[in-house]
């Protein structure tokens, strides 16, 4: 049965960090509903019962900061893939931190110093929903992939700043990211 509360308490709190994948919901009125898997070590962080953000890298899309620049509404959602099963669903609004703006400092000193780091999102949380997760199938997790990191890294800041402006400038329903003014100084 689906329980609702107004916070993440310590119990959800402990729950998300032991989970090695999370995902991520936006949408506008019209075009693609955006649905993105996120996951890697140190990416995630909880800053209360009512604020989580996530270190956003460097993908073949801009989706997520594509919509938050025009409707910042965003779910997130944690599944137990193994151990007791749990489904946990986190509703509010968010924004997305670029380079430019004055908070990113204050953000980034909270997570690795990734490759290709390219948003932090921050999400002030509304409302947290959990149900049973009967339906969610158990796995063992092999480990985290080596390759986005290794990705950016042999592209180098410059040839992240190209892959920006090719492929991150516009989402795939044609929407400015708002990452073009922060294509000068990636890392």
Request: hydrophobic share 40%.
């Amino acid at each position: 049965m689906a329980q609702h509360f107004s916070a993440l308490s310590n119990q959800h709190m402990d729950f998300i960090r032991a989970q090695p994948i999370f995902f991520v919901a936006t949408a506008l009125d019209d075009g693609r509903i955006n649905l993105s898997p996120k996951g890697l070590d140190g990416t995630f962080t909880i800053r209360g019962p009512n604020r989580v953000a996530w270190l956003n890298l460097t993908g073949s899309g801009n989706e997520t900061a594509a919509h938050l620049r025009r409707n910042d509404r965003i779910t997130l959602m944690f599944c137990a893939f193994s151990g007791a099963p749990l489904i946990l669903r986190a509703y509010g609004h968010a924004r997305a931190l670029h380079r430019r703006d004055a908070q990113w400092k204050e953000h980034e000193r909270l997570f690795p110093d990734f490759p290709g780091k390219r948003q932090i999102v921050v999400v002030e949380i509304d409302s947290v929903i959990t149900s049973c997760g009967f339906g969610v199938p158990l796995m063992t997790l092999e480990g985290q992939r080596p390759n986005l990191p290794q990705w950016a890294t042999a592209k180098g800041p410059e040839g992240i700043e190209q892959y920006w402006r090719d492929r991150n400038l516009i989402s795939f329903d044609g929407l400015e990211t708002g990452i073009v003014d922060e294509a000068d100084s990636p890392s």
